[in-house]
């Protein structure tokens, strides 16, 4: 699975857009990219993937740059519930093996 | 999204002894789950993938005689510490892969603290 950086931390204004970036190019064409956030002592919870469109749920919206070397996750309206660590993570196919988790961005939502 | 519960979410033991972790996904059927540890401060590290029927798969440096692991259904999967010392203690989250959709995400459990006195 290809690697990705983050930057290990970032704030963010209560209400504001939380914008968070990742690097990944080494990805190759058949690796999806996972968003996962981590609450403390929680387990991971899922966010959003994508291939290489840009996706939108109800929890946050992903952009995937036209060559897919990097991505940004995008908390559109943060609270202080979204404070957390929030994981990047590549992986194959889906279906194929699990997750290798990185380091993460700790976001902290400020009132 | 899918439903994955560990059991228990914290347990206090005492050194030498063992303890077991269960792992269960409650509305649908995994034939993979993963077990992950995780210590203070730090990313969570893959230990080891429970296949259903088979024996389980250790990442390298994983005592596998240390970290028993049964998958003996499709919606439970336990690991058991084994002689467990203070060094164990730690943050053990399962993950299956699954749920109705079966579109590939992994989903993962409440975690279950450890620790070893």
């Known amino acids: 699975d290809a690697k990705t950086t983050q930057p290990p931390s970032m704030d963010c204004a209560e209400g504001r857009a939380a914008n968070l970036p990742c690097n990944h190019s080494?990805?190759?064409?058949?690796?999806?990219v996972y968003w996962y956030r981590q609450i403390h002592s929680q387990g991971p919870q899922y966010i959003i993937h994508?291939?290489?469109n840009n996706e939108t749920n109800e929890m946050a919206s992903l952009i995937i740059t036209e060559d897919r070397k990097s991505s940004t996750l995008i908390l559109p309206h943060a609270t202080l519930r979204d404070t957390a660590v929030y994981y990047c993570?590549?992986?194959?196919?889906?279906?194929?093996?699990?997750?290798?988790f990185g380091t993460g961005t700790r976001l902290t939502v400020i009132p | 999204g899918a439903v994955v519960s560990q059991h228990p979410s914290w347990v206090i033991c005492k050194s030498g002894t063992s303890v077991k972790i269960e792992c269960r996904s409650l509305?649908?059927?995994?034939?993979?789950m993963f077990w992950y540890r995780q210590f203070p401060k730090q990313s969570l590290m893959l230990m080891a993938t429970?296949?259903?029927?088979?024996?389980?798969?250790?990442e390298q440096g994983v005592e596998k005689d240390k970290f028993l692991i049964n998958h003996a259904s499709l919606t439970l999967s336990t690991l058991t510490v084994t002689s467990a010392h203070p060094e164990d203690s730690s943050f053990y989250i399962c993950?299956?892969?699954?749920?109705?959709?079966?579109?590939?995400?992994?989903?993962f459990g409440e975690g279950s603290r450890l620790t070893v006195l």
């Open positions: 993950s299956a892969r699954g749920g109705k959709w079966n579109t590939g995400e992994l989903f």
């Open positions: 080494t990805i190759s064409g058949n690796e999806y």
């Open positions: 994508g291939l290489k």
């Open positions: 993570i590549v992986r194959g196919p889906a279906g194929a093996n699990n997750l290798f």
């Open positions: 509305d649908f059927q995994a034939t993979t």
């Open positions: 429970s296949n259903e029927g088979s024996k389980a798969t250790y």
